[in-house]
């Protein structure tokens, strides 16, 4: 198994010019440097200075002043992947919700994000694991098209908890109703902080995994997925270590092998040693 892991490395944001998202003097996000100077458009919501991007809209307004600006952005260009999908703007520091906005405008404004991704696992007559589902993205994905992925993931929309959305997505990408999803079990939280072409992604990932029964055969409903493959976990190992997988499925997928011992201990205590500036508090 190799011990580069590109995934981790990826995961660690690669310091690139920006400035700080300030709300009520909080750095709730931040804006590529590059890309300021199209905010000066809005000087009755955004302040400009050199402690960074500062939303001055009052709190009853900024709904509307962020939807009328991420509107004019993706009309520009600067937003991409318009998801028509409403996401909270979180604290970082308090989980508050300071206002809400369009999925797609979170990586223009680097703001706290959470996604849930579960495992679909099969499990030995010991009750270890010994194959994982590994689903593949539709090729026509706005993002990460054809790249390998958990069972189940998404982002967690405003209003849904991390369980809830893992509950919904169960069905719409795997054909596993509320009853079954239920069953999941929590696992860590991940953080990521990295560069991607939309801006800056800043997402918490929250683990679940789910045991399904050998002559189960996950099928999707919306879409999004274009196969699922039922694979040894050797093998979900190997491809975790390469780059076929998206960044974040990858480090579920090792985070699994890592909470279920699933690595001979010299691989266990090095990977382990990895990825654990990673796990964030649930």
Not at 141 to 162: A, E, I, M, R, W
Not at 171 to 176: P, R
Request: charge should be negative; charged fraction near 20%.
């Amino acid at each position: 198994m190799s011990a580069d892991w590109p995934a981790i490395a990826a995961a660690r944001w690669q310091p690139t010019p920006r400035r700080p998202f300030l709300i009520d003097d909080e750095a709730v996000g931040s804006v590529a440097l590059v890309h300021c100077e199209a905010l000066r458009h809005w000087p009755q919501w955004v302040a400009l200075g050199d402690d960074g991007v500062r939303l001055v809209a009052p709190g009853a307004a900024r709904v509307d002043a962020l939807a009328a600006m991420n509107s004019r952005l993706h009309a520009d260009g600067l937003i991409v992947a318009w998801r028509e999908e409403t996401f909270p703007l979180v604290s970082p520091a308090s989980g508050a919700v300071l206002a809400t906005f369009e999925r797609a405008a979170t990586r223009f404004w680097g703001t706290l994000t959470q996604g849930a991704h579960c495992n679909g696992y099969v499990a030995g007559a010991d009750g270890r694991p010994t194959h994982l589902w590994i689903a593949r993205r539709s090729p026509t994905k706005s993002t990460d098209p054809g790249k390998l992925d958990n069972l189940v993931g998404g982002g967690v929309p405003h209003g849904q908890s991390p369980h809830e959305t893992m509950v919904r997505e169960g069905w719409e990408e795997a054909g596993l109703d509320a009853a079954r999803m239920t069953a999941a079990r929590p696992g860590r939280v991940i953080q990521l902080d990295r560069d991607v072409p939309e801006g800056r992604m800043v997402e918490r990932v929250h683990i679940f995994d789910l045991e399904l029964p050998p002559d189960l055969t996950p099928c999707n409903q919306d879409g999004e997925v274009a196969s699922i493959e039922l694979v040894p976990v050797a093998e979900a190992a190997v491809l975790a270590c390469g780059d076929a997988m998206t960044v974040d499925a990858a480090l579920v997928t090792l985070d699994f092998l890592l909470r279920h011992r699933l690595l001979p201990e010299p691989e266990h205590a090095l990977l382990a040693g990895r990825m654990a500036p990673l796990w964030a508090a649930a």
